[in-house]
């Protein structure tokens, strides 16, 4: 009796490390692939969350700023420094926004770093796209790198993927 289970202990020795590698290697890229999902997440609520500021800062900032004796116009270097304020974590080299009036008038910022020392006057005058009730629209557009794109067939190890995260805000000029 001794004999068969000796024989039935060599035949599955080694079988737990086999078992292990098949699912550590699934379990390793569920845990990276959830981790790279939800960073990439928070950056698109931030982002999302400094875009909405900005547009929130800029439509209390219209026309009645910069008539004679008001002095509260701001600039696109003023919404530049307010979205890169307000996105903690994003970094601002891998942002382009744009800045979109009624008129389709689009100021870029491309990347958003670029245009923190702008001084051009925003929303602008130019077709009445300051007056009270005209809406602007802020967009952007977040590079996001993930290590997710390495698993994925094809792709050589030590580069990582880019997907790009878009989200935007839009609102009425109030003052």
């Known amino acids: 009796m001794p004999q068969p289970r000796t024989s039935a202990l060599r035949r599955t020795r080694g079988s737990a490390m086999v078992e292990f590698c098949l699912a550590g290697i699934a379990t390793t890229f569920l845990l990276i692939s959830t981790v790279s ?15 909405h500021e900005a547009t929130r800062y800029a439509v209390v900032h219209g026309k009645n700023c910069s008539i004679p004796g008001n002095s509260c116009a701001i600039t696109v270097g003023d919404i ?4 890169t304020t307000n ?5 601002a080299g891998q ?16 990347p958003l770093n670029s245009c923190s020392s702008d ?11 300051n007056r009270v009730g005209k809406n602007i ?20 190890p030590q580069q990582f993927g880019a997907i790009w995260l ?8 109030l003052f």
């Open 166 to 173: 878009t989200a935007n805000s839009s609102q009425k000029i």
């Open 95 to 110: 942002v382009n926004v744009t800045l979109t009036t009624d008129s389709g008038d689009a100021t870029p910022c491309n």
């Open 137 to 156: 629209t802020i967009s952007a557009k977040y590079n996001v790198r993930t290590p997710l794109a390495m698993f994925w067939p094809g792709t050589s």
């Open 80 to 83: 530049a420094n307010k979205i």
């Open 119 to 129: 001084t051009t006057v925003w929303p602008p005058a130019s077709n009445s796209d």
């Open 37 to 51: 999902l939800c960073l990439a997440m928070w950056n698109y609520h931030t982002l999302a969350f400094a875009l």
């Open 87 to 91: 996105a903690i974590g994003v970094d």
